[in-house]
């Protein structure tokens, strides 16, 4: 063996520091990604006032919310949230994630420019779905100082 040359061992580690970060990187991208894709649609909300609901238990990731937009078409949140679906497709959505978690949440999120009927007809598929309490969600209303307009 030539004296310059010295035996190297072979490492049987392996090296993870380039993993977590690539990690971290992606952690990163997700958690700013993840609120933009649960938006959904974009719907007016009517201005009512009302006392707030327990934000506890109405999270809109785990309610389940049937969204009217002006033109009356039915979106659901926890399925496709940007495709509207007809009502007895509603029906038979609803219901299977109801069956999963009857406890589950259920609000109606209608456009303020949705005609009565629609947002009837809404409330009536979450009833087929066997949906036993549906609350609305709304925008709190502004407040006027007293005597002014």
Do not use: C, H, W
């Given at each position: 063996?030539?004296?310059?040359?010295?035996k190297?061992?072979?490492?049987?580690?392996?090296n993870?520091?380039?993993y977590?970060?690539?990690?971290?990187?992606?952690?990163?991208?997700?958690?700013?990604?993840?609120?933009?894709l649960?938006?959904?649609i974009?719907?007016?909300?009517?201005?009512?006032?009302?006392?707030?609901?327990?934000?506890?238990?109405?999270?809109?990731?785990?309610?389940?919310?049937?969204?009217?937009?002006?033109?009356?078409?039915?979106?659901?949140?926890?399925?496709?949230?940007?495709?509207?679906?007809?009502?007895?497709?509603?029906?038979?959505?609803?219901?299977?994630?109801l069956?999963?978690?009857?406890?589950?949440?259920?609000?109606?999120?209608?456009?303020?420019?949705?005609?009565?009927g629609?947002?009837?007809?809404?409330?009536?598929?979450l009833?087929?779905?066997?949906a036993?309490?549906?609350?609305?969600?709304?925008?709190?209303?502004?407040?006027?100082?007293?005597g002014?307009?």
């Open positions: 063996m030539p004296a310059g040359r010295q190297r061992r072979l490492m049987g580690e392996i993870v520091v380039p977590i970060d690539v990690m971290l990187v992606l952690l990163i991208i997700f958690m700013v990604t993840a609120p933009l649960t938006q959904g974009e719907v007016e909300l009517p201005k009512v006032g009302a006392e707030p609901m327990d934000p506890d238990r109405y999270i809109e990731s785990e309610a389940l919310v049937l969204s009217v937009d002006r033109d009356g078409r039915l979106y659901l949140n926890l399925v496709e949230p940007e495709t509207p679906v007809d009502s007895g497709v509603a029906v038979e959505r609803a219901a299977a994630l069956s999963r978690n009857p406890d589950r949440p259920v609000m109606v999120r209608a456009d303020a420019r949705a005609s009565y629609d947002v009837a007809a809404a409330m009536r598929v009833q087929d779905a066997g036993g309490q549906i609350g609305m969600v709304t925008d709190p209303e502004e407040l006027t100082a007293p002014g307009r």
